[in-house]
T-cell receptor, first 113, second 110 residues
């Protein structure tokens, strides 16, 4: 069974640019989650999508947004990039059962110059 | 803020059992205990979870105290590849956000 896949693995951008990160969940999973892991700040919850709808949002500005497609894949968009957006962006997916664990991909490493 | 407290670091000899403690004294009755680990530069890996009863899978065992205020993750025969940061998380279920604390850095020594 293929795990959660994310692309690209690495990305370098400059301040003010926009970026789109992509995530394919495990087959059969309907929920997709995004997390940010910045140096020294630990893993922080960004967004949760289920059945194409945004279900929950972490304490991040509106320039962080995303969407989920009918095939349950997801995109995370970040506009007006700032230096502090440099981080590992992790995507996770889970199935419909209430206590099913989230399974993570290996992330996209975003560096802002 | 994370609802769990873990020691910042632990050592374990290769081949011995690693016992990682976690305190979650404010856990509510419908919250699960999840354990993940993160090896450098990789995404967190799910290990095990439980609600009230002890659980075991091919990776580890989870022991939850009767009052549910603490738990222990047991890796029965630690190997060098088990060196990682281990996170204990309490959550209402998978469809809720996971709040990661700082975890325990387990160093398995040869």
């Amino acid at each position: 069974e293929a795990g959660v896949t994310q692309s690209p693995t690495h990305l370098i951008k400059t301040r003010g640019q926009q970026v789109t990160l992509r995530c394919s969940p495990i087959s059969g999973h309907t929920s997709v989650y995004w997390y940010q892991q910045a140096l020294g700040l630990g893993l922080q919850f960004l967004l949760w999508y289920d059945e194409g709808e945004e279900r929950n949002r972490g304490n991040f500005p509106p320039r962080f947004s995303g969407r989920q497609f009918p095939n349950y894949s997801s995109e995370l968009n970040v506009n007006a990039l700032e230096l502090e957006d440099s981080a590992l962006y992790l995507c996770a997916s889970s199935g419909r059962d209430f206590d099913q664990p989230q399974h993570f991909g290996d992330g996209t490493r975003l560096s802002i110059l | 803020d994370a609802k769990t407290t873990q020691p910042p670091s632990m050592d374990c000899a290769e081949g011995r059992a690693a016992n990682l403690p976690c305190n979650h004294s404010t856990i509510s009755g419908n919250e699960y205990v999840y354990w993940y680990r993160q090896i450098h530069s990789q995404g967190p890996q799910y290990i095990i979870h439980g609600l009230k009863n002890n659980e075991t899978n091919e990776m580890a065992s989870l022991i939850i105290t009767e009052d549910r205020k603490s738990s222990t993750l047991i890796l029965p025969h630690a190997t060098l590849r088990d060196t990682a940061v281990y996170y204990c998380i309490v959550s209402l279920g998978a469809t809720n956000k996971l709040i990661f604390g700082t975890g325990t850095l387990l160093a398995v020594q040869p």
